[in-house]
């Protein structure tokens, strides 16, 4: 089953640099089953971080196809990417957009994520845009259990080890 995003815009009192509280609306994604969910879920996750009163103005379904975090990345960008098919009836090219959520720290950083990201893809595919979010943060679904943090946990270590046997075997490949 995958995942339904829903984008969370969210207005409240922040303190900027200055001391000086200004009223801002910011946008947050948010996993969830349904609006209702993810009204819930929002407000349980910003009142971790909002002390005063907050006011959810908007939320919409995301048109993300995938989220993909990564690690010492401060921002999110969203990459537009276009799957090439071949239509055989008509032979010509047929492109299909999809959207990807990358995290990274400027616009390289994500063109690169967004080519991992798309590492094993079978099909051939092109980046055509790339553009910053004003996404602040995104709320994965996690039940808080703790075997769903294991779950979580050991299914990272078999991607990891996935790939790791790809790029050996690719290797060999390549000496042969």
Request: with cysteine.
């Amino acid at each position: 089953m995958s995942a339904t995003w829903y984008e969370c815009k969210v207005k409240y009192k922040k303190t900027n640099d200055n001391g000086v509280q200004k009223m801002v609306t910011e946008p947050y994604l948010i996993d969830a089953i349904s609006y209702t969910e993810a009204e819930a879920r929002i407000n349980e996750e910003m009142t971790a971080y909002v002390s005063e009163e907050f006011k959810i103005t908007n939320i919409k379904v995301a048109n993300y196809a995938e989220i993909h975090p990564f690690e010492n990345s401060d921002r999110w960008f969203k990459s537009k990417v276009a799957l090439v098919a071949y239509d055989e009836e008509s032979g010509k090219e047929r492109k299909t957009n999809i959207y990807l959520l990358v995290q990274a720290n400027d616009v390289k950083e994500a063109y690169d994520n967004t080519v991992t990201a798309m590492k094993n893809t079978m099909g051939d595919y092109t980046i055509p845009a790339i553009s910053e979010s004003p996404i602040m943060d995104v709320f994965p679904y996690f039940s808080g259990e703790e075997d769903d943090l294991e779950r979580v946990e050991e299914f990272n270590k078999v991607k990891a080890s996935v790939l790791v046997e790809e790029e050996e075997l690719e290797a060999e490949v390549q000496e042969a």
